[in-house]
């Protein structure tokens, strides 16, 4: 499909079979189609085919190669050596043909030369696609531009190799200008640049909107550790796995799907399914759920597994995103509906324009001028081709920033928002924790002390811990560290330099030592001051 007159058309036949219901969106170019239990999906394959257009049963296996990808590097060489080729042609044709006393021998050949590899190898996909759908008795976008550069080449190259022109010396600029022959071949070269380098533009803003997608499903684990008898582990593939097993997730990858945390406890990033960037704990003692796609951490958890395939959040999401890209607005509806009669229209005024000229008394070739500027200015049919794409790019970039569309309704209706209310500070952070202070008691070096904790800290790969490292930086992190033992979700302890240091919560803390009031209360300040608990300053404690 080339425009939104090919979608209405196949949709408009598929709609004509009996027990079907259709919706054909452009953009994605995905059509939509219920079916009643007496039709059938080849049914509407083989209506897709009577159009003039090609159909296949979408399955759930992405694409191995992008198929927009490639449609945009082929268009992309085809647009360099028309705009090569553009350029030279545009000005001598403007020059040779409104002053005439400039032509050389053999102009012409030098013009058709420039102009033939343009209208040519250039403008083929147009040919191709117009003769394909009028092969069904339909017009389309194609057949517009075909006509029109068609029209114009056809129209300069008889006004050049026609009788010899009026010599004009002696009469004057103006003179000359009006009684100049009918040159357009940069007209034709004109719209071949341009209606490429918006087929161009458009399948690679297409990618990019594919690209969303791809990401999202690029979050799911390609195998699952399932647990076997014996305390023993197999991977198999994500395909194989059931309801009711037991996963084991090691420190560092993804959750295969979504299930119930039996055994352990970790700090889990679940950014990519809700927005906060600040890790959550999960553990068996809380009775936490795991999300596949979501990533562990640190720790080990033992996950039964409690659904699959389409039924976890992960496919939900993806299907919400494919679903309103997939869906059309009602002002995509409506550029459709006219995008429809939109190519038998303009044939039919520029037959008009044609015969209109022709009884007014204008030469053939006026009339025929006339009749191509028509088609030529109709050519873009910009309204059904920047409607469906406007959509389904913000849909796609939307989805690439973590905001999920439910439909194009959401959006239209985003255009009126007045006030936008945040319920979780987290969704407002960018996900790399900073160190902003460091207090003490009994006049202890602050130096001394972050540098303590950054060197045992550098043995866990907690958000928070990698900050305090940052924050002492590298040249502190020499001292060899005895005996660390990491209590995941809680804290770190360990020996340095046979002094006992622990960084973790505060409530981890004061379970095994006393502290200090004045810290104590700091810390309660910087929580009422907005910051969220599991952010606000971790606490040591050190002792001989």
Known sequence: MTCGACAARVERKLNKLDGVRASVNYATR?????????????????????????????SEQAPAVNEDSATAKALFTRLIVALALFVPLANLSVVLAVVPDLRFPGWQAVLVALAAPVVTYCAWPFYRTAVRTLRTGVATMDTLVSLGVLAATALSVYSMFSAEATSTAGQGV?????????????????????????RYYEARARAQAVQALTALAALRATDARVECAGDTTMLIPLAELKVGQRLIVLPGETIPSDGQVIE??????????????????????QGSTAVGGTTCLDGRLRVEVTAVGDDTRLAEMIALVDSAQ??????????????????????????????????TGASWEHAVSAAVAVLIIACPCALGLAMPMALVIATGRGAQLGIFLKGHAALELSGTIDVVVFDKTGTLTNGQPHVTGVYTVDDDSAELILDWAATLEQHTSH?????????????????????????????????????KVQVGSPAWIASSAAVPAVIDARRADIERSGAPRSMSQPMMQSGA
């Open 174 to 198: 103006w003179s000359a200008i009006f009684s100049s022959d009918s040159i357009y071949l940069e007209v034709a070269a004109g719209v071949t640049v341009f209606v490429l380098a918006g």
């Open 463 to 499: 958000p928070i811990a990698t900050a305090i490292a940052a924050a002492a930086g590298s040249q502190s992190l020499a001292a060899p560290v005895d005996e660390v033992v990491t209590d995941v979700g809680s804290g770190v302890r360990g020996v340095i330099d046979g002094v």
């Open 264 to 285: 352990g406890a970790a700090s889990v990033d679940l950014s990519a399914m809700t927005g906060e960037t600040t890790p959550v704990q999960v553990s068996a003692e």
């Open 30 to 58: 995905r059509a939509t189609v219920e079916l009643d239990t007496h039709a059938h999906v080849a049914d509407a394959i083989d209506a897709v085919h009577t159009a003039g257009y090609a159909a296949a049963e979408l």
């Open 326 to 359: 997939t869906a059309k607005a009602r002002a995509q509806r409506v550029a459709d509906r006219i995008a429809a009669i939109f190519v038998p229209c303009v044939i039919a005024l520029a037959a008009a324009t044609l015969v209109g000229w022709s009884l």
